[in-house]
């Protein structure tokens, strides 16, 4: 009988996946996957439409994307962290930062390179690797603080690192990535000659006194890291799946060449939609970032109420809570249960982490307040008849 590749065999149907469909059977509160409860503002919508009845997205659009989605991004990056990026050969649309991310490892990493993960990751980083060939090596974060050790990072690298995968802010702990540890991190590659791919998608949602710093503003890193974002955080339009990579041309030269075999270009409307929300002022970056922080506030106390131990994050929109106190069993059963008993959905985590590391993440769970406020109201009501297992 004929049979699926070998490559794909190891990977089965995502947490996310699962979680939802479990959670829409029990009529859970889902506060799981990171999607929106409530769309962008109009006028992105407006541009995307515009670009369908005008006729201008309609056809094949560049390959690399749409000229005014790259001259904005291209504008946004100088303007937020003041770095200059070619619009022609430095930048890249992408269909969402997943497939950034998979162009990135498929532009850079031959088969035998090691590439760094630092754990929890999402999801799609470890298939991006195997499917180059490429052999994962992994360096955990640790609860509560969630940070990593710097001589296991250290010990990670060797002649046959090709790259380490970074996330900050981070997914799924909220941590923001400290100058001090990006400036290891950036002289370890230096000392290596190791590319750094950066999913910065949270890059705006920052809270107390964090700051997103992009390794690429640290001193000779442009030219060694391939920084990936999207609009689908930023602006709330995750179903568009509009991503983007920039870097120097001559690490972008491997993206482009394997994105253009992969999907060859990305939804022209949604591209057009996309280049006016990154025209909008500075003061929607301050409005967004003021609204997540008061449904982090809000989603914070709630868990603490529950008897739940939830981490501070600093950045993105999750929470990791430890649950021991209120469940025996691993992060699975206990998502499950909640689901099933509580009425809440969150997502397990252990998925995050590689086989030998499982173990430090089937303690906690990560919950989502890219909600509406009402939402994570409904989540805490429900939540509360934890606190009888404390």
């Known amino acids: 009988m004929p049979s699926i590749a070998r490559r794909v065999q190891p990977f089965g149907t995502t947490i996310f996946a699962q979680i939802n469909t479990l959670a829409a059977r029990y009529g859970a509160v889902n506060l799981g996957q990171g999607r929106p409860d409530v769309d962008g503002p109009a006028s992105i919508i407006e541009a995307a439409v515009d670009a369908l009845t005008s006729g201008r997205g309609n ?3 560049s390959g690399l994307g749409v000229l005014e989605l790259r001259e904005g991004i291209a504008r946004h990056v100088e303007h937020f962290y003041g770095l200059k990026v070619d619009v022609e050969s430095g930048v890249v649309v992408t269909n969402g930062a997943a497939e950034g991310v998979y162009s990135a490892v498929q532009g850079i990493v031959n088969e035998g390179d090691e590439v760094i993960l630092i754990e929890p990751f999402f999801d799609t980083y470890l ?7 490429g052999v994962p090596v992994y360096v955990p974060m640790r609860p509560p603080q969630w940070t990593f050790d710097p001589d296991e990072l250290r010990a990670a690298f060797n002649e046959r690192t090709a790259a380490i995968i970074l996330n900050t802010p981070h997914n799924p702990t909220g941590r923001v990535f400290t100058r001090e540890e990006l400036q290891l991190i950036a002289d370890l590659c230096i000392a290596h000659d190791v590319v ?16 997103h710093i992009p390794i690429a503003t640290l001193p000779n890193m442009f030219e ?7 609009g689908a955080k930023t602006f709330s339009f995750t179903g568009w799946k509009v991503g983007w990579v920039y870097g120097h041309p001559d690490l972008m030269t491997g ?11 990305v ?3 949604a591209q057009y939609g996309i280049a006016h929300a990154l025209t909008l002022d500075d003061s929607y970056y301050n409005a967004l970032r003021t609204s997540y922080n008061e449904r982090r506030l809000q989603l914070l ?3 603490q109420a529950s008897g739940l131990k939830p981490s501070t994050p600093e950045g993105a929109f ?3 809570a430890d649950f021991s106190e209120v469940f025996d069993g691993d992060d699975l059963a206990f998502a499950e249960f909640l689901i099933r008993e509580v009425g809440v959905a969150t997502i397990p985590p252990s998925s995050f982490f590689s086989d030998a590391n499982r173990c430090i993440g089937s303690k906690s769970v990560r919950f989502s307040y890219c909600k509406q406020a009402r939402v994570i109201d409904a989540a805490a009501e429900r939540l509360l008849k934890l606190k009888s297992r404390v």
């Open 224 to 230: 060694r890291t391939l920084t990936i974002s999207s």
């Open 267 to 269: 939804n022209g409307p």
């Open 255 to 265: 993206v482009w060449r394997i994105h253009q075999n992969i999907v060859y270009a």
């Open 127 to 133: 298939p991006s690797v195997i499917n180059a060939g």
């Open 301 to 303: 106390e709630a868990l």
């Open 59 to 61: 056809q094949y659009p």
């Open 318 to 320: 999750y929470i990791m």
């Open 196 to 211: 750094v791919i950066s999913d910065e998608v949270y890059e705006h949602l920052t809270y107390d006194h964090h700051h």
